[in-house]
Nanobody, 129 residues
Framework: EVQLVESGGGSVQAGGSPRLSCAASGFTFDDYAIGWFRRAPGKEQEGVSFISSGNGSTYYADSVKGRFTISSGNAKNTMYLQMNSLKPEDTAVYYC??????????????????????WGQGTQVTVSS
């Protein structure tokens, strides 16, 4: 069973630079994508950033490009999201998610919630101005 556990959320001031972590276990995929979605109050869920195994290709939503960086830890089962220059509009619950068998996506990075099979419980990030 795949399990994803997020950590690193909390309350920060605008301009802050927290780092979220996602610890994964139970992976049996040879190829997979893992990353972050977020849901802000009153807004639709948004795919924030993803990274694929193998070549390490990445995806960033336009709203976070240049501010957030996704990376894999030295261990296969760890992934990080470094968030810089946070804004109040980044306030949301951030969810770690993973999906396998990337060949079914035809070479593109999956970025829709329905394309991800495994989810963490979420971690709240609150940015105050």
């Amino acid at each position: 069973e795949v399990q994803l556990v997020e950590s690193g959320g909390g309350s920060v001031q605008a301009g802050g630079s927290p780092r979220l972590s996602c610890a994964a276990s139970g992976f049996t995929f040879d190829d997979y994508a893992i990353g972050w979605f977020r849901r802000a109050p009153g807004k639709e869920q948004e795919g924030v950033s993803f990274i694929s195994s193998g070549n390490g290709s990445t995806y960033y939503a336009d709203s976070v490009k240049g501010r957030f960086t996704i990376s894999s830890g030295n261990a296969k089962n760890t992934m990080y999201l470094q968030m810089n220059s946070l804004k109040p509009e980044d306030t949301a619950v951030y969810y770690c998610a993973a999906t396998g068998t990337l060949i079914r996506f035809g070479g593109r990075m999956p970025a829709e919630a329905l394309e991800y099979d495994h989810w963490g419980q979420g971690t709240q990030v609150t940015v105050s101005s």
